[in-house]
Each structure stands twice: as structure tokens, then as C-alpha cells.
């Protein structure tokens, strides 16, 4: 069966730092990936997807960016982090065809102090 | 274009009441899928339901039942005697054939059953 893992489960970084999430789906090939952001109380803003190693679409302008490395795994990053980037932080991954919907990870909460 | 509209952001009622959730889209796709999710307060978003356009009849699945009505474009979530577990926010969503597989949200429905 697949799975997809999500590391960490929470982060406090400051302002300014680094910032590495990682996601790895297991039990499937060239899945789609996708990471999503949520900030407190709103819906969820499609960042990044990934249809192929190396291949990222940037949803949204802004300091984070994207990459796959390998098949199943999707890695976002930023190399200077902004008090505006705390949120929730979801990947997910889905079929590359079949319209079976998305399945998530449990999610980093990020807070930039 | 694809859009999915959730006109109710917040939802509060008393548990055993039936409450339901409102969903409309927008889609030029004659086959689409749509889906609903719960994400409960741990935040990981969890998978309720897929249906495709072909397929109108409603579904229940224990407490939960679905309305799909292709003639008013709406995916209506209704949770019957509901209980304060049944507390999330909830996203429907849509994914058209000529998408690609990608989903649109829509901004999603705080329900909140109080004991």
C-alpha cells in the first residue's frame, strides 16, 4: 500500500534561517507531488507541484522553492525565511492520470519567529 | 477554468442536530471528479469521498450522505445526529478530465458541534 511521510511535524525557526521540509511517498511510481500551504483559519494555497524528477511548477512567487530529487521525494526549502511564511505546511501526492484525488501527509506547522 | 465555491466558512451547531455543508462548482469538463475531505484539528487532511460526473446517485456512508446535483452544480455534505468528533473543517473539491489530475479547492467550511 502507499504511504507518504512528512518530516518535521512541527518547526520554530527564526527569521532569516534556512528552512528544508521533506516528503517521501512509498508503494508507487511517478506519483504527482504537491505542497500546499495553509495559514491559521484559511484554505489551502496550491505552492509547488511536480509531475516528474526535476519538473516543479511554481503555483505562487514568493522566497520558497521546490525540488524532487528522486521519483518519491519532494523537497521545499527556503533560503531565508519571513515571519509571512509560518503556516501549515501539506504535501501531497496523487495518481499521475487517474483522477483518484490527493492523498496527504500529516503536515509541518511552521513558525518563524 | 475550475472553480469550487464553499459559501458557508462557519458552521456552529448542537450535537445530534444534522448539519450540511454546501458545495457549488464550475467546470467547462464534461467528466470531472469531485471529492470532499475532513481535516480534523491534528491538521492531515483525510479523504471522505470521489465522485465522477457520470454518477448522480446520492450516497450514505453511516452518517454521512452526499447530494451530487449536476443541474444546480452542487456537492452537498450532509452529517446526520452530528456528534463534536465530526468538529474539522471541511474541503470539497473538483478535478476536471483535462486537468491533469489536479485538484481545485474550495476555501473550505469550519463546522464546529458543540455538546
Known amino acids: 500500500s502507499q504511504t507518504i511521510h512528512q518530516w518535521p511535524a512541527t518547526l520554530v525557526q527564526p527569521v532569516g534561517s534556512p528552512l528544508s521540509l521533506e516528503c517521501t511517498v512509498e508503494?508507487?511510481?511517478?506519483?504527482?507531488l504537491y505542497w500546499y500551504r495553509q495559514a491559521a483559519g484559511r484554505g489551502l494555497q496550491l505552492l509547488f507541484y511536480?509531475?516528474?524528477?526535476?519538473?516543479i511548477s511554481s503555483e505562487v512567487p514568493q522566497n520558497l522553492s521546490a525540488s524532487r530529487p528522486q521519483d518519491r521525494q519532494f523537497i521545499l526549502s527556503s533560503k531565508k525565511l519571513l515571519l509571512s511564511d509560518s503556516g501549515f505546511y501539506l504535501c501531497?501526492?496523487?495518481?499521475?492520470?487517474?483522477?483518484?484525488?490527493?492523498?496527504f501527509g500529516s503536515g509541518t506547522r511552521l513558525t518563524v519567529v | 477554468a475550475q472553480k469550487v465555491t464553499q459559501a458557508q466558512t462557519e458552521i456552529s451547531v448542537v450535537e445530534k442536530e444534522d448539519v450540511t455543508l454546501d458545495c457549488v462548482y464550475e467546470?467547462?469538463?464534461?467528466?470531472?471528479?469531485l471529492f470532499w475531505y475532513k481535516q480534523p484539528p491534528s491538521g492531515e487532511l483525510v479523504f471522505l469521498i470521489r465522485?465522477?460526473?457520470?454518477?448522480?446517485q446520492n450516497e450514505i456512508s453511516g452518517r454521512y450522505s452526499w447530494n451530487f446535483q449536476k443541474s444546480t452544480s452542487s456537492f452537498n455534505f450532509t452529517i446526520t445526529a452530528s456528534q463534536v468528533v465530526d468538529s474539522a473543517v471541511y474541503f470539497c473539491?473538483?478535478?476536471?478530465?483535462?486537468?491533469?489530475?489536479?485538484?481545485?479547492f474550495g476555501g473550505g467550511t469550519r463546522l464546529m458541534v458543540k455538546p
Open positions: 467546470t467547462r469538463d464534461t467528466t470531472y471528479y
Open positions: 473539491a473538483l478535478s476536471g478530465i483535462n486537468a491533469g489530475n489536479m485538484l481545485t
Open positions: 508503494g508507487t511510481s511517478n506519483p504527482n
Open positions: 511536480s509531475v516528474g524528477i526535476g519538473q
Open positions: 465522485r465522477n460526473s457520470f454518477d448522480e
Open positions: 501531497a501526492w496523487s495518481l499521475p492520470t487517474t483522477p483518484t484525488g490527493y492523498t
